[in-house]
């Protein structure tokens, strides 16, 4: 188990983030059209992943990695949180969001298999903010829990990793 915080206080996730060199784990999520989001094949990989897309963190992350995408050769964003694709979808279009993909939770392990899933306080049952990188041959290059919810990843550390 981890240790992240909300409003300071601790709050404990299911597991542990996979490890830097270690292989990412596969996961099959939802799109905001229902259809499968999965790692892509030959290409990297940044999960954006966090709470819920209604929150303030949680929607200015997924505008920073929609831009950071644009600029981003052989490398897609999936923004992973247990959110509803309808919920997904909303966002993105009323946002203008088209360089990341999204993919929902509700009817998957990831949680689990990424350690993520919170499972004290009042946010049980989401995930917690963090970010993996995977490189093009599902290695983890990066890995990131924030210590607080309510603070954005490091976007800086993320993206070096691509380099």
Do not use: W
């Given at each position: 188990?981890?240790t ?5 206080n ?16 596969t996961?099959?999520?939802v ?11 030959g ?17 200015a ?14 490398t ?12 997904l979808?909303r ?17 998957s ?12 306080g009042?946010?049980a ?13 599902g290695?983890?290059?990066?890995a990131?829990l924030?210590?607080e919810?309510?603070?954005e990843?490091?976007?800086?550390a993320?993206i070096?990793?691509l380099?």
């Open positions: 188990m981890a992240t915080a909300l409003g300071g601790p709050v404990t996730t299911v597991g542990e983030l996979p490890q830097v060199g270690a292989a990412a784990p996961f099959e999520l799109s905001s059209d229902f259809s499968a989001v999965t790692l892509p094949e290409q990297r990989a940044v999960l954006n992943i966090f709470p819920s897309i209604d929150t303030g963190v949680c929607a992350s997924v505008r920073k990695f929609n831009e950071l995408a644009a600029g981003l050769d052989n897609t964003v999936i923004n992973v949180s247990q959110d509803l694709p309808p919920a979808n966002f993105c279009g009323a946002e203008g969001i088209e360089n990341v993909q999204v993919g929902s939770g509700f009817r392990t990831f949680g689990d298999d990424y350690g993520v899933k919170m499972s004290d009042k946010l049952g989401l995930f917690a903010r963090s970010v993996v990188v995977v490189d093009a041959d290695t983890v290059l990066h990131q924030v210590p919810i309510a603070t990843p490091d976007y800086d993320a070096a990793a380099s």
